[in-house]
């Protein structure tokens, strides 16, 4: 194992306080400006070659050239924001902005890819090639990845030849590493939809086209599309998560809004499943004489790493952890990652680090980064950036 830094370590000390320090000043998507404003203090007490800021608003690139700096380009990505949560820990570090909270560990995310930057900073002898340190805005449903790689042109900017992310991963033990050769996580697709029907009186339904007892149907018909559509080799998911509609206990409304998402890993079922709903929707209008007007938007793709870039993972994480701490092809998880824009016309992996078999899990109140991470997650860094 090679050891770069340990719990020990000065700088250790100091990125657990900057960590919990941005934990407890939360910010959401695109308005990470406190956050970058102390990513960026960091930086430039270093020895680097080039501090971008203002990539897709809040985000940051940072540059550090090696040895041979044309030899290889490779980028490393953190994600920054927070989630709209009220924290319910009651630590010193706890949120101090009502309805924000680091409920996902995006500010363990950044405090390890800033570690791994300031021993490499002093330490550019090391390794070969030039370092692109990505930190990264709005991850949380804002594909903040998408705004930095298409309208920021990043790959024209930065030449990284290949990008790799990380996320702690609560359940797994700490210190140890989970690497998947290739799905990772999910594709996630939203929709919201209108059944319109012609409302009436709760004692008089046939007289009536009753839009509650249609959308009943249809979310009923929406489960079969996984259950006898796709093939059970597959995985897909679509889940209604909210339906509204009614003011009175003896009134049938004239309409019901529904919405939910949309999971899958390949774009066949992901195709197979829009076309489903689709057909759905249609049935349930000739069968209750209601309009259906269905809006499915795209989502983030599925991150799916690339195998030849999951074997240097693996190499890395086994050098900084042992063998038998590095869990490879895990069951991919049905949450979604905006990391795949990074890697969906270029090489790369994501891989999951261990938060701890009793960590609350991610997008809980009660959930906290392990700081034992930042020795594991900045040492893998290290090693990626060595020996990849």
Not at 254 to 268: A, I, L
């Amino acid at each position: 194992m090679n050891p770069y830094l340990t719990l020990e370590s000065d700088l250790i000390a100091r990125m657990r306080q900057f960590r919990r320090d941005i934990h407890a000043h939360p910010e959401l998507a695109f308005k990470e400006f406190r956050t970058a404003d102390k990513v960026a203090e960091v930086l430039e007490t270093l020895n680097l070659d080039a501090i971008h800021r203002g990539q897709a608003v809040t985000g940051i690139v940072a540059v550090l050239k090696g040895r041979n700096p044309d030899s290889r380009h490779i980028g490393l990505r953190a994600d920054m924001d927070a989630l709209p949560l009220c924290e319910l820990n009651h630590f010193d570090h706890a949120s101090r902005h009502e309805g924000k909270m680091h409920a996902c560990g995006h500010d363990g995310h950044t405090s390890m890819l800033l570690t791994a930057a300031c021993w490499l900073s002093e330490n550019r002898d090391a390794f070969e090639g030039t370092v692109y340190f990505i930190f990264q805005p709005a991850e949380e449903g804002e594909g903040g990845a998408r705004v930095m790689v298409e309208e920021e042109d990043f790959f024209g900017r930065f030449p990284v030849e290949a990008t790799y992310g990380m996320h702690n991963w609560p359940g797994l033990p700490q210190g140890h590493f989970g690497i998947h050769h290739g799905p990772v996580m999910a594709a996630m697709d939203t929709f919201a939809l209108e059944v319109k029907g012609r409302g009436g009186h709760g004692g008089i339904p046939n007289l009536a086209n009753d839009p509650i007892v249609a959308s009943a149907q249809l979310v009923s018909g929406f489960q079969t599309i996984v259950a006898r559509n796709v093939s059970p080799l597959e995985q897909a998911v679509v889940s209604v998560t909210q339906i509204h509609g009614g003011d009175g206990d003896n009134i049938i409304p004239d309409s019901v809004t529904m919405s939910g998402t949309v999971r899958s890993f390949s774009r066949e079922v992901r195709e197979k499943v829009i076309t489903r709903m689709k057909e759905v929707c249609a049935g349930i209008e000739v069968m209750f004489g209601v309009e259906v007007v269905l809006d499915y938007r795209p989502g983030f793709p599925p991150t799916i790493n690339h195998a030849d870039n999951a074997e240097i993972c693996i190499r890395a994480a086994k050098k900084v952890a042992g063998e038998g701490a590095v869990i490879v092809d895990l069951p991919p998880s049905m949450g979604a990652e905006d990391f795949a824009y990074f890697i969906l016309e270029h090489p790369g992996a994501y891989i999951w680090i261990g938060n701890g078999e009793q960590s609350p899990s991610l997008h809980n109140p009660h959930y906290d980064f392990n700081d034992d991470n930042l020795v594991t997650g900045a040492n893998y860094w290290i090693e990626l950036v060595i020996s990849a």
